[in-house]
């Protein structure tokens, strides 16, 4: 492989559409970071998305200026996210959102990769985030997912069509909502966002 790019390599996963589908999410590795309450204008949250991608971008240009490869494009932001209370996830009860900001690596990063990132990104530039950045796999299995465009906070009714589609053919959500940003959210007009909406489900 020359080079690894996961919207194109996983099409299935990265490259859905606005009519709802199922789709059979592999194990895969990621960069991961945990949080809790409201995104917007939390500190926190800005902070542990620079912290992702500063790391990413670190990792994969060490590997570059090594010769290693393949070399590889640097994956979509993902979220996972849930309720402190242990209900279905809620659009409007914000200060209840815990969440994982995560972004997926490629299968030949290495522990030792990340540790070294972590260490020239520590010196570069200070960031309290990036001591709680962890690296592990995470598998999703089956799922329903469907395309979202626009403002985040205009979701609701794209999750209710998922959880339908769900519903119509006799599947039960469990897990935490799962959102996946195809564009760079620090950078995008809200109007052109295009984001991913996956939920684990079972039979």
């Avoid at 919207?7 to 991961?32: I, W």
């Avoid at 994956?75 to 309720?83: I, R, V």
């Avoid at 996830?89 to 209840?96: P, S």
């Avoid at 990036?130 to 592990?136: L, P, Y």
């Amino acid at each position: 492989m020359d080079k690894i790019d996961f919207k194109k390599d996983f099409k299935e996963l990265y490259g859905t559409g606005q009519t709802p589908a199922l789709v059979n999410v592999p194990r895969l590795k990621f960069l991961m970071i945990d949080g809790k309450g409201e995104p917007t204008g939390s500190v926190e949250f800005q902070n542990a998305v620079e912290a992702l991608y500063g790391l990413s971008f670190t990792i994969k240009f060490d590997l570059k200026k090594e010769g290693t490869t393949p070399e590889y494009s640097v994956a979509p932001l993902e979220g996972l996210w849930w309720m402190a209370n242990g209900k279905q996830f809620d659009m409007h009860a914000k200060q209840q959102w815990r969440w994982t900001l995560m972004i997926a690596q490629p299968p030949h990063i290495k522990d030792i990769n990340v540790i070294t990132a972590i260490k020239k990104l520590r010196a570069k530039k200070p960031n309290p985030e990036i001591e709680q950045v962890r690296f592990e796999a995470f598998t999703e299995g089956r799922c329903a997912q469907i395309l979202h465009i626009g403002p985040y906070a205009e979701e609701a009714p794209t999750i209710a069509l998922l959880h339908e589609f769900a519903k119509l053919h006799h599947y039960k959500l469990h897990g935490k909502h799962h959102e996946i940003y195809l564009g760079d959210p620090r950078r995008s007009k809200p109007e052109k966002l295009r984001t991913i909406l996956r939920h684990p489900v079972s039979v």
